[in-house]
């Protein structure tokens, strides 16, 4: 959520440009409402058709859409077996179009960064987040170089040839991580255009199997660890439609050498929405697109949180040739931030409990 002196820390950012839209002034933001057709009223780009993707061009910013985010989540685990997971991301928020001709002074950019970094220490059941919210400026956040360095603060996401690096450090929890591609970028969607909702979509890619290395802090304790990544880029100026509150979003890794990404998009009327879809990656890297009519999400159990929200920890996953049950690491692994909502490890199993894999679930727009 943002509240009082949130809003202010905004205000500030934004200096003297044009207001922020009106969700932006909401005292009960979450994040679907950055993304709604109705907060996208000034001429950004739009992603409507189908492109082609170049990289490493397209690992940096794309500055005439409205949004965009960079997205990292891996399951890592520690010489004595110790299990962590670790989310990264930076979102990019536009306030207004970017002038033609861009204004000699670095504080007149029009976006604003935030980043959002996490560690679920699973023997601990602890779950600890950081952010990071700063306006574009050479010396503070933003995208430079090829391959492209993303960075907000002191954190950031480095582009290699075959993967990258993250590093980030808050308090008693810090990451330096290497992220290597063990499998090929998937265009998600149809050929990397990702429907949401009639006339509003994304472009979106992913890594859907990284390769991971590195050390990690958590509890001022340091670990070597290595595990498996996912990793998602995507950008937009419209998304959700005003029918849809928010969404449930999975990326699985299964021990027989499998990816999975299913998107779940939750309305306001309860109906199942034709736009959910998802993704299935052999161990080969062959992929195939899930629609709607491919599976079903199924919430089978609930945990509260102490201001009364229930948080869907438990799921069935239903594809026609098999049911996968996903469930919380543990169950608090809220981000408690700007943007309020669920973000963690989770654990896969069959019906026999016998486990099949790991990965993350995302769970956004749930209110008490």
Not at 99 to 111: G, K, M, R
Not at 188 to 207: I, T, V
Not at 340 to 353: D, F, K, L, P, Q
Request: glycine fraction near 8%.
């Amino acid at each position: 959520m943002i509240r009082g002196g949130c809003l202010l820390l905004l205000a500030l950012l934004c200096g003297c440009s044009p207001p922020p839209p009106a969700s932006l002034e909401s005292s009960s933001l979450r994040l679907g409402a950055l993304l709604q057709e109705g907060a996208a009223a000034q001429p950004f780009e739009r992603a409507e058709t189908v492109r082609a993707f170049r990289f490493p061009e397209d690992h940096g910013a794309h500055p005439t859409f409205r949004s965009e985010w960079w997205y990292v989540t891996a399951n890592l685990s520690a010489a004595d077996g110790r299990a962590f997971g670790v989310q990264f991301t930076i979102f990019r928020q536009a306030l207004a179009p970017e002038p033609a001709t861009p204004p000699n002074n670095p504080w007149a950019s029009q976006q604003v960064y935030l980043a959002h970094f996490a560690i679920s220490d699973v023997a601990a059941g602890e779950h600890t987040e950081a952010e990071w919210l700063s306006r574009a400026h050479p010396a503070l956040a933003g995208v430079n170089g090829t391959p492209p360095v993303v960075r907000v603060g002191g954190w950031q996401l480095t582009f290699t040839e075959s993967g990258f690096d993250v590093a980030a450090t808050h308090a008693d929890i810090a990451v330096e991580l290497r992220f290597e591609a063990a499998k090929p970028v998937v265009a998600q969607g149809e050929g990397g255009l990702s429907r949401k909702s009639p006339g509003n979509a994304s472009y979106y890619y992913s890594f859907p199997r990284l390769t991971v290395q590195g050390t990690l802090r958590s509890q001022n304790e340091a670990h070597l660890v290595t595990g498996l990544a996912w990793f998602d880029h995507e950008w937009s100026t419209s998304v959700l439609s005003d029918a849809q509150t928010g969404w449930d979003w999975f990326a699985l890794h299964l021990h027989d050498g499998r990816d999975l990404m299913a998107f779940r998009l939750r309305r306001a009327d309860g109906a199942r929405d034709p736009f959910d879809h998802g993704v299935v990656v052999a161990a080969d890297g062959a992929h195939t697109g899930l629609t709607h009519e491919d599976f079903t999400l199924t919430p089978v159990r609930w945990w509260a949180d102490e201001s009364g929200v229930r948080w869907p920890v438990t799921w069935h996953l239903d594809t026609g040739s098999e049911r996968l049950v996903i469930h919380a690491a543990f169950d608090d692994q809220r981000m408690q931030t700007l943007i309020s909502y669920w973000e963690g490890a989770v654990w896969i199993s069959n019906e026999e409990g016998e486990r099949l894999g790991e990965g993350y679930m995302e769970l956004t727009g749930y209110a008490p």
